[in-house]
């Protein structure tokens, strides 16, 4: 257990709508990032949280936004969905930024 | 443009022998190297770290090289056990603007034969 836990861990929804993806850190990490998994791609870099703030950002679209809370959990929002983003959506966090991210089991996310 | 390459998707390995994993990357300002392992439906999780300023570093059956001028890193799995059998992702962190996020490579498949 990596302690960071992700949910849902499956969704499954239709062209067209929007999702949010929830991810609690470690206890006392205070950097988030969020990665995408497509079918036989490696770990995409989306976009990255330190302590609520954004401090990078990726390849990631412009349908998808995220934030980081007070409480330091972070939300992904997918919207408008469509096929080509089914995928597997992983959190991970650290202590600070750059050092070794502990990832959770990850949202596979199916979009019909 | 891929920063972090591993070029071979598989690879396969007698049980006792040794696993060599490789990765190349193409930026110079990269400083700190990480390697992950994945089972499936399990998220990605972190075997070993190297600095730039290192060219070797150890932990147990695990062993990274750095060659900077060479812009390559490696895995060395001693002795290889079937339990080794995942996916491998080489990492860099990113630098400047992107300090502090990690940049995978696409990995690769090791299967260890008993």
């Known amino acids: 257990d990596s302690g960071v836990t992700q949910t849902p861990k499956h969704l499954i929804t239709a062209t067209g709508q929007r999702v949010t993806l929830r991810c609690s850190p470690r206890s006392g990490d205070l950097s988030v990032y969020w990665y995408q998994q497509s079918l036989d791609q490696g770990l995409q870099f989306l976009i990255h949280y330190y302590n609520g703030e954004e401090r990078a950002k990726g390849n990631i679209l412009e349908r998808f936004s995220a934030q980081q809370f007070p409480d330091l959990h972070s939300e992904l929002n997918l919207s408008s969905l469509e096929l080509g983003d089914s995928a597997l959506y992983f959190c991970?966090?650290?202590?600070?930024?750059?050092?070794?991210?502990?990832f959770g089991q990850g949202t596979r996310l199916t979009v019909v | 443009d891929q920063q972090v390459k591993q070029n071979s998707p598989s690879l396969s390995v007698q049980e006792g022998r040794i696993s060599i994993l490789n990765c190349d990357y193409t930026?110079?300002?990269?400083?700190?190297f990480l390697w992950y392992k994945k089972y499936p439906a399990e998220g990605p999780t972190f075997l070993i770290s190297i600095s730039s300023i290192k060219d070797k570093n150890e932990d147990g059956r695990f062993t990274v090289f750095l060659n900077k001028s060479a812009k390559h890193l490696s895995l060395h799995i001693v002795p290889s056990q079937p339990g080794d059998s995942a996916v491998y992702f080489c990492a860099a962190r990113g630098y400047g603007g992107s300090q502090g996020n990690l940049i995978f490579g696409k990995g690769t498949k090791l299967s260890v034969k008993p």
């Open positions: 930026n110079s300002m990269f400083d700190y």
């Open positions: 991970a966090s650290s202590v600070v930024a750059g050092s070794e991210a502990f």
